[in-house]
Structures are given as C-alpha cells and as structure tokens.
C-alpha cells in the first residue's frame, strides 16, 4: 500500500520525539527500542530534513547487532546509467556503539566506509548536500524535497537483501510525505531489502494528489507544480487511458497499486524515471501547456516499463551492482522497444492518431538515418556505450546513435517481421507477453538480444537470426520498404537545401549551453569553435533562458555571431557566414494501390494487435 502522510497526525508524540533528537542518548534509545521490535533485523534509516535552505540532509543509520565489522557503500550510480559518484556529497561521516561510545570510522575507498567493533550495534551519521533536482537526481531545498534514495542511503554491505525501515525527521510544517513505500505504524516505511527500497521515489512538500482505480487497480497521482500549469482531470483522464490500454495489451497486471510523481517546472531539464510500482516524471510547465500529448508518451513509457526493465529484465542489470558501471546489450531493447510498446499502448487508447504516428515514426527514422554513426554503431554497441552518454565528444553524429530511438524503430520491424514469419499470428505483444510469462513470472532474467530472439522466434515459429545479425548486432541498412510494404505504407526521401551554422548548440543540465556537434570543415569550426565550448550568445541573445533552436531562423549567406567561453576559459566573440547544406526528409505514405489484406494488416498493426 502506499501513504501520503501529513506530519503531526500520523506520528505520536513519543516518536516525533526520538526522529527529531539526535543526543547519543536518544540514539540508544531508539537502538533498544528496535532491539525489541518485530523488525528488529532491520537496517534503520532516519533522513533529518532541518537544513532545506542549504541543502543538506543528516541520514542516520542503525545497524543491529552482528559482525564486528561492518562495510558501508554509498552507490556511485542510480537512476541513469552514469557514474555520478554521489559521494562527492557526502560531508562526513561518524559511528558510535549502542552505548554511545565513538568508533573509529575507515574510508576504504571514495565510496565505501568501514566500521570495527560493530558486533553489539552501532549508529551511523552522516551529512550530504543535495541539490540535484529532477526524477534523476535528490533534491532539498525550502520548496521541497524529491529523492532517489540509492543517491543518498548508503547500505551494509553485508545486509544489502534483509528488510529495511526509512523515518523522516525534521520535516518542515505542513509538508506531506508521498512514496509508494510500504508504510508502517510509527509513520516510517518499510521495504523488504535495500533494492526495493532505493526502487521508491520519495517526495516530500505541499503537492496536490488525487486517485483514481482502474482493472482492479488503485492509482495515485501526485503533482508538485504552480496550479495554473496543470489540469488534474485532465491528467486523470489520460491516465485512466493509458493504465487501461497498457494492462489489456500485456494481459497481466502485475501490482495492486501504483503512483505516478509529476513535476511540471519552469526551469530546463526533465525526463521520467521507472520504478516497479511508480514512476516519476518531470516536465517543462510550457512544454505541457504547448502538447500535453507529449505528457502522455512519456507516461506511456515509464508505466510499460514496470514490465519491460522492471520485471521482463536482462540478466545482465542483475543483481545489481551499485559499485561500478553495469554493462548491457539490452537497452535497445529496454528502452527502445518500450518507446515501441508505448506508441501501441497510445494507438489502442485513441491518445495518438494514425497520421501523427506515421509522422512521428518517419521523424525516428530521420534522426537514424541522419546520424553517420547508423554505419558504425549497432543497437547493441550503443547500449553497451549508454555509460558515455555524459560526454559531449560522445554525442557527436558521427560517434553514436541513441539506442531509445533506434531500439523504437527496431521494436516496429521486429514487430512487422513477426507478424510476416508468423502469417499474422503473433506481433510484438506476443513477444512481450512470452517474455513475460517465461521470464518475468518465473523470476528469471533475460539473456539481452539473445533471450529477445529466442521469444520472436518462439512465438513466430521461425528463424529470425538474420534479423538479429544484420540490425541488432550488426550495422546493416534497414530496408524499411521491405518492411513497411505488408501494412500499404512506403518511405519516400526528399531533400532539401537548408541553412546551416556548421553547429549544434545543446542544453546541458545545468541550464548552460554549448557546442554539442560541430560539422567537420564548416566555415564554424574554421572560425575557432570547437565542441564543448560554453555558449554564451547567439546574434546578441544570451542562451541562458530561452533556447537557441532559434538556428532555424537564419539563412544562407547571413553572418552569425556567437560569443563563447572557449577551452582556455576565455570569453571571445566568434563570426562566420552561415552556408547551406543538403538534408534528406523521410516521409511514410500510403502506396498507390493498397491491397484489402494490407488495409486489414495495417488495421491490427495500428491497434497492436496480431490478427
Ligand atoms: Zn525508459
């Protein structure tokens, strides 16, 4: 069950009491107390939230009596798949005894701490800035707070899978508490080990809920956001859509309850994260009120995602393994074919339209085909190279692909391909569905591309390497006629001669911009630019605020000019004529004489369905 808590009716006094004192003496107290508590196995968390205007929290962590000595990991990565080292926050750590006597505390590497002469208890503090906002990040600050707990709870090593309890003390006056964390009677919450603890966003300030049920499932949803910048029934509407449409194409439900954390700021950033009975979603109060529809996709994608990632998962993301990077082959699959899922899960519930789908498939393939690297990067090396995603050389059009966008686009071929090996009787939903009652409700893990081919071809009863050789492995051009054939529609290129400043400014997620792609041997990169530079302005604009997408609006022959922070620190003004360049535009249409059997696959294909 989830809880949303108000503070001071929940807590009796006896327990605000204990979360909120932090003497040796108390600690000791509250040390008993859990000795003789039904949980007492529990590592026991306590996260003061006193100092929301610096930005820091204290985290206090009981351990019960065992080893004398004990190890402590703070994970160095969550959320994405980046080493993000969230010990560069930690400001010091401290042990003591159940008697409240020091131990000494031994740092055996940036990440891990170790305690000696643990064996009767022992009580650890800790503080750490956060400042980190968004559903990747842990935040405190005087508005609210949003955490990701595997950011800022370090575990024992040594008790990582035995049950876990997490209090919050210090909550500031008139905050709720929402999580879709298993509450307990003294206003804490439990988790049965550290992995489905860390699994559960915690959001902590005066946001606005509401709920609803669906298919015999109970929803919550919670939104932190100005009230004008958001209709609640609105989004319940399209939710009640989405959690419909997604549970009848997998036919399976899998939780009782689920949560859904939005954010709607003003500020850049956003995204949204999955976890296995929530998700958090963080979206640009403009970006909203311009295509709420787009609020609906991302949702489509992380509510998949407690099935594809979160439970149909690859075996090499388990166990995890918080020290280090986590190599797998599978996020084209993961991420990429939830995008898939999720386009079919919006078809079904009428939230996307056939012509926008069309639009936006033909958009996917020019992003692919517009990248070089669609010749040097397969799906899988991509995934394997998620953990590079950080590193503006990185993201270059000649170093890389996404895996989202080509993993969406291999989910639709594989989908096509399916349902032609199979004589229409199985699509991509059978491939879920097989993935999902073989692995997933067997507790077992997939073996990344291997274990996709091996449900394509068990539900199609066919061979299906060459398509794992060619697209998932391998770097072939996708013949996307040959698959777009079956279902009437055929891709046409057209080019056209556009204006181009020889660069292309991105956002990065401190708000700053800078050069993310430079085109070799343009007139930019002759005047000096080089990628990575801080991009200060653009013709006189300063990019802090609004972005520069506005690049669109200039033409062949105008001179542009653009201030920058160089390498060597130092503020010049750049200038170069801006030239032209030719770019294809791919678009998906209807073939001329559309067979009745193509209009009736295509009609299955748009609901996601095999025939
Ligand atoms: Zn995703």
């Known amino acids: 069950m989830i809880v949303t808590m108000r503070r001071g009716i929940a807590t009796t006094g006896r327990v605000r009491r204990i979360l909120r004192e932090r003497s040796a003496a108390v600690s000791t107290v509250l040390f008993l107390c859990l000795a003789f508590s039904p949980s007492y196995a529990a590592t026991s968390y306590t996260i003061s939230l006193a100092n929301p205007d610096q930005h820091l929290i204290e985290v206090q962590i009981l351990l019960p009596e065992g080893a004398a000595q004990r190890e402590l990991q703070l994970p160095v990565w969550n959320a994405l798949y980046?080493?993000?080292?969230?010990?560069?926050?930690?400001?010091?750590?401290?042990?003591?005894?159940?008697?409240?006597?020091?131990?000494?505390?031994?740092?055996?590497?940036?990440?891990?701490?170790?305690?000696?002469?643990?064996?009767?208890?022992?009580?650890?503090?800790?503080?750490?800035?956060?400042?980190?906002?968004?559903?990747?990040?842990?935040?405190?600050?005087?508005?609210?707070?949003?955490?990701?707990?595997?950011?800022?709870?370090?575990?024992?090593?040594?008790?990582?899978?035995?049950?876990?309890?997490?209090?919050?003390?210090q909550v500031p006056s008139g905050w709720q508490v929402a999580t879709p964390l298993t509450s307990i009677s003294d206003g804490g919450f439990s988790a049965e080990n550290y992995d489905r603890l860390v699994d559960s966003p915690v959001e902590i300030g005066m946001f606005k809920e509401s709920d609803f049920d669906e298919a015999g499932a109970h929803y919550r949803v919670i939104v932190d956001a100005e009230p004008g910048d958001y209709d609640m029934n609105q989004i319940d509407a399209r939710l009640h859509k989405i959690v419909a449409a997604a549970i009848s194409w997998m036919n399976?439900?899998?939780?009782?309850?689920?949560?859904?954390?939005?954010?709607?700021?003003?500020?850049?950033?956003?995204?949204?994260?999955?976890?296995?009975?929530?998700?958090?979603?963080?979206?640009?109060?403009?970006?909203?009120?311009?295509?709420?529809?787009?609020?609906?996709?991302?949702?489509?994608?992380?509510f998949f995602h407690l099935w594809n990632v979160k439970r149909i998962r690859p075996q090499t993301l388990e166990?995890?393994?918080?020290?280090?990077?986590?190599?797998?082959?599978?996020?084209?699959?993961?991420?990429?074919?939830?995008?898939?899922?999720?386009?079919?899960?919006?078809l079904r519930s009428g939230l996307l339209e056939e012509r926008r789908f069309e639009l936006q498939l033909a958009s996917e393939i020019n992003e692919l085909e517009g990248r070089h690297a669609h010749l040097t990067q397969s799906a899988e090396e991509s995934s394997l190279d998620a953990w590079l995603e950080g590193r503006t050389s990185y993201q270059r059009p000649e170093r890389s692909i996404s895996y989202y966008n080509?993993?969406?686009?291999?989910?639709?071929?594989?989908?096509?391909?399916?349902?032609?090996?199979?004589?229409?009787?199985?699509?991509?939903?059978?491939?879920?569905?097989?993935?999902?009652?073989?692995?997933?409700?067997?507790?077992?893990?997939?073996?990344?591309s291997e274990g996709v081919r091996e449900a394509?071809?068990?539900?199609?009863?066919?061979?299906?390497?060459?398509f794992?050789?060619?697209?998932?492995?391998?770097?072939?051009?996708?013949?996307?006629?040959?698959?777009?054939?079956?279902?009437?529609?055929?891709?046409?290129?057209?080019?056209?001669?556009?204006?181009?400043?020889?660069?292309?400014?991105?956002?990065?997620?401190?708000?700053?911009?800078?050069?993310?792609?430079?085109?070799?041997?343009?007139?930019?990169e002759r005047a000096d630019l080089r990628v990575g530079d801080s991009v200060l302005e653009i013709n006189g604009n300063a990019t802090k605020r609004e972005f520069v997408g506005d690049l669109a609006g200039l033409h062949a022959g105008d001179t542009i000019t653009v201030k920058i922070r160089n390498r060597s620190g130092a503020e010049v003004e750049l200038k170069w004529k801006v030239?032209?360049?030719?770019?294809?535009?791919?678009?998906?249409?209807?073939?001329?004489?559309?067979?009745?059997?193509?209009?009736?696959?295509?009609?299955?294909?748009?609901?996601?369905?095999?025939?």
Request: glycine share 6%.
């Open 82 to 169: 980046q080493v993000r080292d969230f010990a560069q926050y930690v400001d010091w750590v401290r042990a003591k005894d159940s008697a409240g006597h020091s131990l000494s505390v031994r740092e055996l590497d940036k990440s891990r701490w170790q305690i000696a002469n643990a064996q009767g208890g022992v009580v650890i503090d800790y503080q750490m800035f956060v400042d980190s906002p968004g559903p990747f990040g842990a935040e405190l600050n005087s508005h609210h707070a949003f955490l990701n707990l595997a950011q800022i709870l370090m575990y024992p090593v040594d008790a990582r899978n035995r049950p876990m309890v997490v209090r919050f003390s």
């Open 252 to 302: 399976d439900r899998p939780f009782d309850s689920y949560m859904f954390l939005y954010h709607f700021p003003h500020g850049p950033g956003g995204g949204g994260m999955e976890h296995a009975y929530s998700t958090a979603i963080a979206m640009n109060a403009d970006v909203l009120a311009k295509s709420p529809e787009s609020l609906a996709s991302v949702t489509a994608h992380e």
């Open 319 to 346: 166990p995890v393994d918080y020290t280090k990077e986590n190599y797998t082959r599978a996020l084209w699959f993961s991420e990429g074919c939830t995008s898939t899922a999720a386009d079919m899960i919006q």
């Open 406 to 448: 080509k993993g969406e686009l291999l989910g639709i071929v594989l989908d096509l391909a399916v349902r032609d090996a199979s004589h229409d009787r199985a699509s991509l939903r059978e491939v879920f569905q097989w993935m999902n009652q073989n692995y997933a409700k067997q507790g077992k893990f997939f073996a990344d």
């Open 456 to 466: 394509a071809e068990a539900v199609s009863h066919s061979d299906l390497k060459w």
């Open 468 to 524: 794992f050789e060619q697209y998932v492995a391998g770097t072939e051009e996708i013949p996307w006629n040959d698959f777009f054939h079956s279902v009437g529609l055929r891709l046409i290129r057209q080019t056209y001669k556009v204006a181009d400043a020889g660069f292309v400014p991105s956002r990065n997620s401190d708000g700053s911009v800078s050069v993310g792609a430079l085109t070799a041997g343009s007139a930019a």
């Open 579 to 611: 030239r032209t360049r030719e770019e294809s535009v791919y678009e998906l249409k209807d073939l001329e004489n559309i067979t009745a059997e193509q209009r009736t696959r295509r009609a299955a294909w748009l609901k996601g369905e095999a025939e």
